[in-house]
């Protein structure tokens, strides 16, 4: 199983940035998704998820701005951000999990992508 995140870049405080995860391999409908973020000098920390079910959860600092998502058909989960900050820049992850999943434990998925740098100016 692979996972490719993509859809990072440069943006100014206040614009909105959507990434994607396509997962190669495995069976997309069955697994529980996480994306993750790691800030310069600061531990991995979660963001948002969404399970097999359609579940859905939200670190407290994203809630209302980010939306997570996903698209079957296409095998690929979404992060919509929306009024970014400088505080939001970090390399974000996409995370999958089959078992014993905890939405915001990083222990707890099995497989990751390469992570995609988003970098916010004020």
């Known amino acids: 199983v692979q996972l490719q995140a993509s859809g990072g870049g440069l943006v100014q405080a206040g614009v909105s940035l959507r990434l994607s995860c396509i997962v190669l391999?495995?069976?997309?409908?069955?697994?529980?998704m996480g994306w993750f973020r790691r800030a310069p000098g600061k531990e991995r920390e979660f963001v948002t998820a969404?399970?097999?079910?359609?579940?859905?959860y939200y670190a407290d600092s994203v809630k209302g701005r980010f939306t997570i998502s996903k698209d079957k058909a296409k095998s690929t989960v979404y992060l919509q951000m929306s009024s970014l900050k400088p505080d939001d820049t970090a390399v974000y992850y996409c995370?999958?999990?089959?078992?014993?999943?905890?939405?915001?434990?990083?222990?707890?998925?099995?497989?990751w992508g390469q992570g995609t740098l988003v970098t916010v100016s004020s």
């Open positions: 391999g495995g069976t997309f409908s069955s697994y529980n």
């Open positions: 995370a999958a999990s089959n078992y014993r999943w905890k939405p915001s434990v990083v222990s707890r998925y099995d497989y």
């Open positions: 969404i399970g097999s079910g359609g579940d859905i």
